[in-house]
């Protein structure tokens, strides 16, 4: 059974920095994980995914330059590192498995419990 927990998330200034995680368990074949977020009366949206060859990345484009996606292979975690964060990032996190790198969350099978992110101005 896939299953996926992130963590990391909190209460930071603007400006400020964290780095959520996403342990992830319970599958072998290869895979993609995304961070998709949901900020309060909008949409979920993708913000970074990640193949687990680490070969393949993207971003959006609010996320470029400040948010980095990377993957430890051996814990099989996945890490959004974010700086320079906004007001607009404000949201709840959440990491979730797919079989490629995409932006649809249609095709994301698994999904953890989020975790949130709040930025104060």
């Known amino acids: 059974q896939v299953q996926l927990a992130e963590s990391g998330g909190g209460l930071v200034q603007s400006g400020g920095s964290l780095r959520l995680s996403c342990a992830a368990s319970g599958f072998s074949l290869s895979y993609a994980i995304a961070w998709f977020r949901q900020a309060p009366g909008k949409e979920r949206e993708a913000v970074s995914c990640i193949t687990s060859g680490n070969r393949i990345t993207d971003y959006i484009d609010s996320a470029k330059g400040r948010f980095a996606i990377s993957r430890d292979s051996g814990q099989n975690t996945v890490y959004l590192q974010m700086k320079d964060l906004e007001s607009e990032d404000t949201a709840v996190y959440y990491c979730?498995?797919?079989?490629?790198?995409?932006?649809?969350?249609?095709?994301?099978?698994?999904w953890g419990q989020g975790t949130q992110v709040t930025v104060s101005s």
């Open positions: 979730a498995l797919g079989p490629v790198v995409n932006r649809d969350e249609r095709q994301y099978t698994s």
